[in-house]
């Protein structure tokens, strides 16, 4: 079922697309007819059938449509790509510096000091952070342990468990 948004950004059922005869028109079909409500049952008869049609009318009035493929761009970086990481130091900048100065502290960041890319955590720092991973595979390389990567401290320990190794180097690893 399509939804309309009216102006005030509510959605809600429409009354005009019960009416339409062609439920599977395309939005560029609609647009290249010169009457909208050529595919229409009948002519919307007033009340709430007619607010919405001449919302409708009113939204498309004055739009274009190019004949390009759909795309999303982000304009918070410069390559139009979407990056949590810039969302993230978009909050810190703006939101991070204020909650936290009214309570005395000064804090940079919440991000991992290791990556800068994700929020500090110790689940992140020793289960996801790409850094602190390639450090552990690094480590195990040179014990000549198998690398496994890990997602929980319940992983590890029983990893740690069931590694053949002398107990001096579980207890280093661990």
């Not at 409708?56 to 759909?70: F, Q």
């Not at 991973?133 to 929980?152: A, G, P, R, Y």
Request: with cysteine.
């Amino acid at each position: 079922m399509v939804r309309y948004c009216s102006r005030d950004g509510a959605a809600q059922e429409s009354r005009v697309y019960a009416l339409e005869s062609c439920k599977n028109v395309t939005v560029v079909v609609k647009m290249s007819h010169e009457n909208v409500g050529y595919s229409l049952r009948r002519i919307p008869r007033g009340g709430v059938e007619q607010v919405q049609f001449l919302e409708l009318l009113a939204s498309m009035e004055g739009a274009a449509l190019v004949d390009m493929r759909d795309r999303w761009v982000w304009s918070l970086e410069g390559s139009g790509e979407f990056f949590v990481a810039s969302v993230r130091r978009l909050i810190d900048e703006h939101w991070l510096p204020l909650n936290i100065s009214r309570r005395g502290m000064n804090i940079e960041s919440i991000l991992c000091p290791i990556c800068d890319k994700a929020v500090k955590s110790a689940s992140h720092i020793f289960f996801a952070c790409h850094i602190a991973i390639k450090v552990f595979h690094k480590i195990t390389s040179w014990w000549d342990v198998n690398f496994m990567e890990l997602s929980s401290y319940e992983e590890r320990l029983e990893w740690l468990l069931n590694l053949r190794h002398h107990t001096k180097y579980k207890k280093l690893l661990e």
